[in-house]
């Protein structure tokens, strides 16, 4: 008898979680310091890819990563992924450097498109899965330009540096103008099953490379594995089924 409640609350235990669940693997990462070069994974439109050292702050020490950048379409391709997954997610941290103007539109000097989609980035930016614009000018002062991030462009219109993790701490300067912010970009949890992956990033718009450049650094590419929970606890679920019954020989 004590063998068969044994086994029924063993059962039942089992039965509680055997929820389906699933774990976050990661499949990439990369710093673009010294021991992490770019790779083949990286592409971009018309050159290659390079990588530049920001000046510095005592903020945020002299730090490599992926840029400068101006109006350019970048992509990261990953192939093999595995195992199986339900879910992509990405993140990383998009420097916006010197004299972006966000949504101003009066002359040429803006509105400063960047973008993110997955798979190949159309040329027009219209056509951009997630379009949104920058504003590296003061948000204490009032007829500074505003800025469409974190919402779309056409929908957003926020103070400058809304949503930066950092402010003037990579040593960049415009006129004499400490101007340079970071901000960390998550795309969590995108619907994908397939083996190959890209990710493309690009900007429009942007006036010369000295007054308006980004890049990106710390990216982070994870897959969300379904767990085989169910079928692990069912066979801790059948041990003491298993010596139930030998014990009632
Ligand atoms: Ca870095
Ligand atoms: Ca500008
Ligand atoms: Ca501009």
Do not use: C, K
């Amino acid at each position: 008898m004590r063998q068969y409640i044994l086994f029924v609350l063993i059962l039942a235990l089992a039965t509680a979680i055997t929820i389906p669940a699933a774990a976050q693997v990661q499949i990439y990462s990369n710093d673009f310091e010294d021991s992490s070069p770019i790779g083949p994974e990286w592409t971009l439109l018309g050159s290659a890819p390079s990588t530049d050292t920001t000046p510095g702050t005592s903020q945020h020490p002299a730090d490599t990563f992926l840029g400068q950048l101006s109006n350019d379409t970048l992509s990261l391709t990953l192939h093999n992924l595995h195992p199986a997954h339900t879910t992509v997610s990405l993140s990383f941290d998009l420097y916006i450097i010197r004299s972006w103007d966000g949504n101003f539109s009066t002359d040429e000097r803006g509105p400063d498109f960047w973008g993110i989609d997955e798979g190949p980035i159309p040329t027009d930016p219209e056509d951009w899965e997630f379009v949104t614009t920058f504003s590296n000018w003061n948000p204490a002062v009032s007829n500074d330009p505003h800025q469409a991030f974190p919402d779309a462009y056409g929908t957003g219109d926020y103070l400058p540096r809304t949503g930066t993790i950092e402010n003037n701490t990579l040593g960049y300067q415009w006129n004499t103008y400490d101007m340079d912010a970071v901000y960390h970009i998550d795309v969590i949890d995108r619907p994908h099953t397939g083996a190959d992956l890209t990710f493309s990033f690009g900007a429009q718009h942007l006036q010369d490379l000295a007054d308006e450049s980004w890049g990106i650094d710390n990216v982070q590419v994870s897959i969300n594995v379904p767990e085989p929970a169910t079928i692990g606890l069912l066979v801790i679920g059948a041990v003491p089924l298993i010596l139930y019954r030998r014990n009632r020989r």
